[in-house]
C-alpha cells in the first residue's frame, strides 16, 4: 500500500481564497483524521471520521472550515474562505477502528495564506 | 479525562549517550500507548506501540519503551544515540471513551549533538 496519501503538498494561496486539501486513507481502514500543526499551538485534532460518518467535529476551528468523507478512499477539508491565520501544515491521518492500533499519516500539505 | 504529559519540550543528549523522552499519562482503565518520530517536513511516523503484555516494547530504529503501571509512565528509550535520531516525539494514548481517538502530547524536540 502506499500509504496515506495528500494532496497537495504545498499550496499558496491569497486571503479570502477557498482551498482544498484532500486526502486518500490506506485501503481497509475506516476511521480517518484530520489535523492542524504548528509552532504555536502544536498539533490539533480537527475532525475524526469513523465508517465516513463525522465522529467528533469539536476541534474545527470556525464555520470556514468544513470536511467530507464522501468514500471510505476519499476525504477533503475545505477552507473557505481563507485567512492567514490558517497557515499551518494540514496532516489526514488513517487507521482500523480497533484501540489496539496505529494511526498512519500523510507526509501532510503546508498550507500558506498570503 | 484521558490525557498525555511531555514534560520535557527538549532533550539534549551527546551521539552515543543513552537517551530518554519521558511521557506519562492518564487514563480510566487499561492504556493503549504509542509513540511517534517526525522528522523535518515530513509526516508523523509510527514508533512502537503497549497493548498489553511485557512491559518493555521494542521498535523501530533502535527504540524501545517500558511501561510502568504504577508511575502512570511510558518513557521511550535508546541505549546508544545517533545524530539522525534528531527529530521531534510524540507520546499519544487511546482515548477509550472518546471513539478511541489518540491523545497526544505536546512533544519532545530531541537533539543529538555529535
Known amino acids: 500500500d502506499a500509504g496515506v496519501i495528500q494532496s497537495p503538498r504545498h499550496e499558496v494561496t491569497e486571503m479570502g481564497q477557498e482551498v482544498t486539501l484532500r486526502c486518500k486513507p490506506i485501503s481497509g481502514h475506516n476511521s480517518l483524521f484530520w489535523y492542524r500543526q504548528t509552532m504555536m499551538r502544536g498539533l490539533e485534532l480537527l475532525i475524526y471520521f469513523n465508517n465516513n460518518v463525522p465522529i467528533d467535529d469539536s476541534g474545527m476551528p470556525e464555520d470556514r472550515f468544513s470536511a467530507k468523507m464522501p468514500n471510505a478512499s476519499f476525504s477533503t477539508l475545505k477552507i473557505q474562505p481563507s485567512e492567514p491565520r490558517d497557515s499551518a501544515v494540514y496532516f489526514c491521518?488513517?487507521?482500523?477502528?480497533?484501540?489496539?492500533?496505529?494511526?498512519?499519516f500523510g507526509q501532510g500539505t503546508r498550507l500558506t495564506v498570503v | 479525562a484521558q490525557s498525555v504529559a511531555q514534560p520535557e519540550d527538549q532533550v539534549n543528549v551527546a551521539e552515543g549517550n543513552p537517551l530518554t523522552v519521558k511521557c506519562t499519562y492518564s487514563?480510566?482503565?487499561?492504556?493503549?500507548l504509542f509513540w511517534y518520530v517526525q522528522y523535518p517536513n515530513r509526516g508523523l511516523q509510527f514508533l512502537l506501540k503497549y497493548i498489553t503484555g511485557d512491559n518493555l516494547v521494542k521498535g523501530s530504529y533502535g527504540f524501545e519503551a517500558e511501561f510502568n503501571k504504577s508511575q502512570t509512565s511510558f518513557h521511550l528509550k535508546k541505549p546508544s544515540a545517533l545524530v539522525s535520531d534528531s527529530a521531534l516525539y510524540f507520546c499519544?494514548?487511546?482515548?477509550?471513551?472518546?471513539?478511541?481517538?489518540?491523545?497526544w502530547g505536546a512533544g519532545t524536540k530531541l537533539i543529538i549533538k555529535p
Open positions: 487514563v480510566s482503565g487499561n492504556p493503549y
Open positions: 499519544a494514548v487511546r482515548d477509550m471513551d472518546s471513539n478511541y481517538q489518540l491523545i
Open positions: 491521518a488513517s487507521s482500523s477502528f480497533r484501540a489496539n492500533t496505529e494511526a498512519f
